[in-house]
């Protein structure tokens, strides 16, 4: 099972005027190995550059990439995996066009979401926002009753997304995430290496538990 | 070839609040065989769900059906084709993964882009904005000598967009185009299936010239 701990989203909005490649490539080094594109602005043509290289990374430090939105954006570049909202393509849609095998995860904003997302076969489910965030989600504030109620219908990996950091990651583990998806509190440290190996520490030592 | 005579856009934006596939049911019955769908701001589930019943109306009518801008979309609804601007997904990405036979149209900004879509095997190149306009396309303000540097270096269909209305059309065909492009010229009449039928009559007429 692929989608479980330390789970990056490299939201191009939120590093507006940042080195791409580069910040992934810290995220990389500080061993994260399931990493996901977010550019909900560029034009096609940036979006698929710019996963063209990330997936070459991916490659190098033998992570899973994943796609947000796009599915042609997924196609073009090999991605490992495609992550949907309610409001992109249908899951089935995604199933059908991808390739065998490919992750498709999708963002619940209720149990209902969740559990048809389930029965329509997704290999994960995305829940939250967890906590007040200023990052802009595929998600509604669902907080952490939302995700509880989500863990209670499904079975496959749920990831926990929004308004995560050091202080409150394990509520969220505890509420039944598998996953947890970072923005801001990778991407925003100061060091982006060192925040996300922290986390993989963290995470690692929460499931020992 | 199936890239000549009149092409409409119906696009969503310009046609804001209106009933798309009624609309377009118009401009099928006054004789249009090829339709193009543009959803700028569409979310990717309301954009296919538009794509899935205007696929379906121009499979009643015999008319060639097209997606604008995204390969995805084009993929889940069936299109016989995909049209790309210069910031989309590169050409070689769609015509290896959209399927065999599929047409690709390409805007072309300059000869130079337009001699490299042919290159890459475009199945057609539009050029404009060939006269001023107000609706938000995918090519700059090329004009009717953007048009006539277009048409001496492709020799496949050359298809002519932005401004074109009843008064002009015909200095669009004598610079070359094979095709007409019209959106406002058509959707912003008070008959549409009247305007297209006469754009219809307008560009056979021309043709036999
Ligand atoms: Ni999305």
């Known amino acids: 099972d692929m989608i479980k701990g330390l789970y990056v989203a490299i939201d191009v909005d939120y ?14 080094e500080g061993g994260c190995r399931l990493v996901q594109l977010r550019a909900k602005t560029a034009s096609a043509r940036q979006f698929l550059s710019l996963a063209l290289s ?4 991916c490659i190098e430090y033998g992570a899973v990439f994943i796609v947000n939105d796009r599915l ?19 899951l089935s849609q995604a199933r059908r066009l991808m390739p065998a095998g490919s992750i498709i995860g999708i963002s619940a904003d209720s149990p209902e979401d969740a559990a048809s997302a389930q029965a329509g076969d997704a290999d994960y489910v995305a829940a939250g926002a967890v906590f007040p965030t200023q990052t802009k ?10 995700l509880k109620a989500i863990r209670q ?3 496959i990996p749920l990831v926990a997304i929004g308004g995560i950091n050091k202080s409150n990651y394990n509520e969220a583990l505890q509420a039944g995430a598998d996953s947890l998806c970072l923005i801001s509190a990778v991407l925003g440290a ?3 290496k060192k925040a996300t190996s922290e986390f993989m ?4 030592a929460e499931k020992n538990d």
Chains 1, 2 share one sequence.
């Open 153 to 155: 219908v499904v079975n």
């Open 54 to 57: 990330l997936k070459e990374l």
């Open 15 to 28: 590093l507006a005027g940042r080195d791409i490649p580069r910040v992934t490539k810290e995220v990389l």
């Open 137 to 146: 989600l595929d998600v509604l504030y669902g907080g952490l009753s939302g």
């Open 190 to 192: 100061p060091d982006i």
């Open 201 to 204: 520490t963290l995470v690692e």
């Open 72 to 90: 042609d954006i997924a196609l073009a570049c090999g991605a490992d995996g495609l992550h949907l909202g309610q409001t992109d393509l249908p």
